[in-house]
């Protein structure tokens, strides 16, 4: 487990740096998916499909994301409102707001890729991944960036291009894929970047840590889409913290970058 480091909320339409030129695609390249090599084709515009039948859960998985009442025991980070595993070589790095000091996500980091984390209120009686998703589709594709659903380790995925600019002033797309999970009065919010896109074997990494992941939620009222508040390892839940608002389908937060 690598040593954890801050990240200061940046715009994320901003400059391009060197190590994050590695993710983007030229402009008028078409990125294959994963596992299957498909794209999207139609400016993002999300595709109806049947309802797939319930598999089984693939073996590389755990029974989570758990609610904290029924995690089982293992040594994890505590973050407040997520408690992450450790594994080896995995570095956690935290998300701050500038302005509000408050801490906003964790990106957990491993070989080049980044899984950034985020956990939010719901209501009882629905989840948010289907309504989130919808608004999410819809800036991205605002935007002029591409936006497709494909079924996924746990259900419903977005696969998303943004355009951004280069730093040799040219446009690229960076890829991500969204993942949304809903459980008992929380929405979590995972957003894999990096070398993990076109590596199967690494992008299973990431979906067993995200099955691994613990969201507390507690007791308090909140309104949906509300961020869980979350902490510095080691530091006192709530200190610090200045109420954060309302989910925004777009915000992932710092592009990652190498710590010395």
Sequence with gaps: MGLFSRTKRQDRDGPTSPEEADDLVPEGAEPADEESGTTSADEGEEVAEAPAPEQERPEHLEDGPYDEADAPEEDRIDLGGLRVPTIDSMELRMEVDQRSSAVTGANLVIGGSSLQV???????????????????????????????TRDGVFGTELITRL?????????????????GIDGPRWFLRAILTGKALGDPEQSRTFETLVSRLVVVRGGEAMAPQELIPLNLPGQRPGLGQIGAGPLDPLARGPEITEVG
Excluded: I
């Design 163 to 179: 355009p951004v600019k280069r730093t040799d002033g040219r446009t690229g797309y960076r890829p991500a894929r969204f993942l």
């Design 118 to 148: 985020q956990a939010f209120a719901a209501p009882k009686s629905r989840g948010l991944w289907d309504e989130v998703r919808t608004s999410l589709r819809d800036s991205v594709v605002k935007q002029g960036g591409t936006a497709e």
